[in-house]
C-alpha cells in the first residue's frame, strides 16, 4: 500500500521493533496510515533485524521494503 509508514503505535511511544529483534510472522513491525486510516503492518517472516529501510513517518511506496531481516 502507499502510505506513511510508522515505527511506534503513537508519538513517544517505543518503536515495535528494533535493530536485533528477533521478530516471528505475524508479529507487528509498525503501522501504515493511508487517509487517516491506520493499518498494522506485520512481519511475514521470521528472524533477526538487521536494518530499518523505511524512516519513522515517511512516505512509502507498494511493495518497498520496511525492515531487512536475517532469516531464522
Keep these: 500500500m502507499i502510505g506513511t509508514f510508522y515505527h511506534a503505535p503513537e508519538p513517544g511511544a517505543p518503536p515495535y521493533v528494533s535493530v536485533g ?24 517472516v521470521a528472524g533477526r533485524v538487521v536494518e530499518i529501510l523505511a524512516a519513522d513517518g515517511t512516505a512509502v511506496e507498494f511493495q518497498q521494503r520496511l525492515i531487512a531481516v536475517e532469516p531464522a
Excluded at 501504515?32 to 511475514?44: F, N, R
Design 21 to 44: 529483534d528477533t521478530i516471528t510472522p505475524g508479529q507487528p513491525i509498525g503501522i501504515l496510515e493511508v487517509m487517516k486510516m491506520m493499518s498494522p503492518v506485520e512481519a511475514d
